[in-house]
Nanobody, 120 residues
Framework: EVQLVDSGGGLVQAGGSLRLSCAAS????????IGWFRQAPGKEREGVSC????????YYLHAVKGRFTISRDKAKNTVYLQMNSLKPEDTAVYYC?????????????WGQGTEVTVSS
């Protein structure tokens, strides 16, 4: 059974940092890209970052470039999203997801979500 368990969210002041984790199981981790998405209240879900499994290419939403860093630990089957210099507009539920293709394909599995709240 494919499982993605995301964690690490919380309440943080603007300018602070959080690290989200996505623990994957039930599929060959090295064969899939993993992405992070977020959904703020009243808004559509948007892609935040993605990392391929082949060459480790990374992609970022323009609004988070330079502040967020995605990484993967193959030994732990885990993908991380380090979020620095957080802003109130980063407040959202964050989801990790298994992405088909080299981060260009659709999502076929989602994590349950972890809530991030950034206070001003």
């Amino acid at each position: 059974e494919v499982q993605l368990v995301d964690s690490g969210g919380g309440l943080v002041q603007a300018g602070g940092s959080l690290r989200l984790s996505c623990a994957a199981s039930g599929f060959p981790f090295d064969d899939y890209a993993i992405g992070w998405f977020r959904q703020a209240p009243g808004k559509e879900r948007e892609g935040v970052s993605c990392m391929t499994s082949t060459d480790g290419s990374t992609y970022y939403l323009h609004a988070v470039k330079g502040r967020f860093t995605i990484s993967r630990d193959k030994a732990k089957n885990t993908v991380y999203l380090q979020m620095n210099s957080l802003k109130p507009e980063d407040t959202a539920v964050y989801y990790c997801a298994r992405v088909r293709g080299l981060c260009q394909g659709g999502v076929d599995y989602w994590g349950q979500g972890t809530e991030v709240t950034v206070s001003s």
